[in-house]
């Protein structure tokens, strides 16, 4: 594997292995570690300038939050998602989705709710201007809000863990064409359910836009699979 990671500065009030998880969490975000790769501990090790005991600590996380898998005596590989991957999560996300919308339109505060309107309005400056990563921080930012006014900290925990299955897929799935302001016309419906307090249209909006997404992830995956396809020709 080349040397594609910087070393990691040694200067941060983080525990180390946290510092090497988001280093590689980041990494394969990005695609510098790509679907399939197989991870070195060794290698990952020089390359950070660390020992290899934050590196396999922080490769077990990265287990659980499902950026990798390991396979016995085979080795650590970026976990590359299936379709059928794809379906197992959204169709756990729709319901989570579904549920925090409906608490949050019971118990939101004014000042969550006037939050995640401003957010729409900065959402929708930032499409203007194509920003694709203050979109996605922002877009990350709202739904963040949402379920925290769902006032469940368990709920909020198993949506976090769901949630970062597919977060490095979100820029190419937000990118593909015409769905960001889509996605935030299905955002603003979501709002405005919950500023009523309308529980139904809160979880019925919530589970259109999952909807959308999974069927606009699926199909960025299959054009990114053609792309890659052709260069390989």
């Not at 090497?20 to 975000?29: D, G, H, K, Q, S």
């Not at 660390?50 to 005596?73: C, D, F, H, N, Q």
């Not at 309107?117 to 963040?144: A, S």
């Not at 897929?169 to 603003?188: D, I, N, Q, V």
């Amino acid at each position: 594997m080349e040397n594609r990671l910087a070393p990691i500065r040694l200067d941060s009030y983080q525990p180390l292995r946290e510092v090497v998880c988001e280093t590689l969490r980041a990494a394969i975000r990005k695609g510098i570690l790509k679907p399939g790769e197989r991870l070195m501990e060794i290698q990952l090790a020089e390359e950070l300038g660390v020992s290899r005991t934050p590196v396999r600590e922080a490769i077990r996380k990265l287990e659980l939050e499902g950026y990798v898998i390991m396979m016995p005596r085979r080795g650590t590989y970026v976990a590359n998602l299936s379709i059928r991957d794809v379906n197992e999560v959204f169709e756990i996300r729709t319901s989570l989705d579904s549920l925090a919308s409906g608490l949050a339109a019971e118990r939101i505060t004014d000042e969550e709710l006037e939050r995640m309107q401003r957010l729409l309005v900065m959402i929708g400056e930032y499409i203007e201007k194509n920003d694709m990563e203050k979109i996605v921080e922002t877009d990350t930012e709202f739904h963040d809000i949402l379920y925290q006014a769902s006032r469940n900290t368990r709920l909020v925990g198993i949506i976090s863990n769901l949630r970062e299955q597919l977060t490095r897929f979100r820029a190419t799935s937000m990118s593909f064409p015409g769905r960001l302001k889509e996605t935030l016309e299905e955002h603003r419906r979501i709002v405005e359910a919950i500023a009523q307090g309308d529980v139904i249209e809160a979880q019925r909006a919530s589970e259109e836009h999952m909807e959308k997404s999974e069927h606009t992830l699926l199909n960025s995956m299959e054009a990114l699979k053609g792309k890659q396809s052709k260069r390989k020709k």
